[in-house]
Antibody, heavy 118, light 106 residues
Framework: QITLKESGPTLVKPTQTLTLTCTFS??????????VGWIRQPPGKTLEWLAL???????RFSPSLKSRITVTKDTSKNQVVLTMTNMDPVDTATYFC??????????WGQGAQVTVSS | DIQMTQSPSTLSASVGDRVTITCRAS??????LAWFQQKPGKAPKLLIY???TLQSGVPSRFRGSGSGTEFTLTISDLQPDDFGTYYC????????FGQGTRVEMK
């Protein structure tokens, strides 16, 4: 059974750096073809893909956010960490980590609500 | 960027109805399209991938079709659990979502 869970701060101040951790089980991020991605959703709005890290350490980032995002993985802990710099109120959203395989985003975490406010 | 446009934005329907949601891409995405269902306060659920392949465990009343730039999601015999918001997602070039279609009870 594949599960993912996001953890991190619920409130960050403008200009601060957001760090979110995705802890997963039921799969290995060393398995060929597997990845973990991040997708966010501002309140009342649609979904926005942010980043994807693959089993082989390859990474993909949203072009519009590439300069602000870092993704790292720790396969021994079954964790993926998203870091986003220079947070702004428009970054207020629910952040999801998602299991990726063969173009399918089939398993999602419950989401972590992040508010950016002073 | 590839823009994904869904229509309608909101759809009012009754249990038992057949409903169709359209998703248009700003350029060809072949069949690299998925459909998700989302309930309030929950994560999206994958329904269909590769435009027409039903994800395991998803009821057969959900059907996806299309290729190139125009795609449809059809729900036949709408059930109470089907009310929610539906999103299309292209994965031809990175990953982009439509703005969503809310299916509400008439």
């Amino acid at each position: 059974q594949i599960t993912l869970k996001e953890s991190g701060p619920t409130l960050v101040k403008p200009t601060q750096t957001l760090t979110l951790t995705c802890t997963f089980s039921g799969f290995s991020l060393t398995t060929t073809g597997v990845g973990v991605g991040w997708i966010r959703q501002p309140p009342g709005k649609t979904l926005e893909w942010l980043a994807l890290i693959y089993w082989d350490d390859d990474e993909r980032f949203s072009p519009s956010l590439k300069s602000r995002i870092t993704v790292t993985k720790d396969t021994s802990k079954n964790q993926v960490v998203l870091t986003m710099t220079n947070m702004d109120p428009v970054d207020t959203a629910t952040y999801f980590c998602v299991h990726y395989h063969a173009s399918k985003w089939a398993y999602w975490g419950q989401g972590a609500q992040v508010t950016v406010s002073s | 960027d590839i823009q994904m446009t869904q229509s309608p934005s909101t759809l009012s329907a009754s249990v038992g109805d057949r409903v169709t949601i359209t998703c248009r891409a700003s350029q060809s995405i072949n069949s690299w399209l998925a459909w998700f269902q989302q309930k309030p306060g929950k994560a999206p659920k994958l329904l269909i991938y590769d435009a027409s392949t039903l994800q395991s465990g998803v009821p057969s009343r959900f059907r996806g079709s299309g290729s190139g730039t125009e795609f449809t999601l059809t729900i036949s015999d709408l059930q109470p659990d089907d009310f929610g918001t539906y999103y299309c997602q292209q994965y031809n070039y990175f990953y982009g979502f439509g703005q969503g279609t809310r299916v509400e009870m008439k």
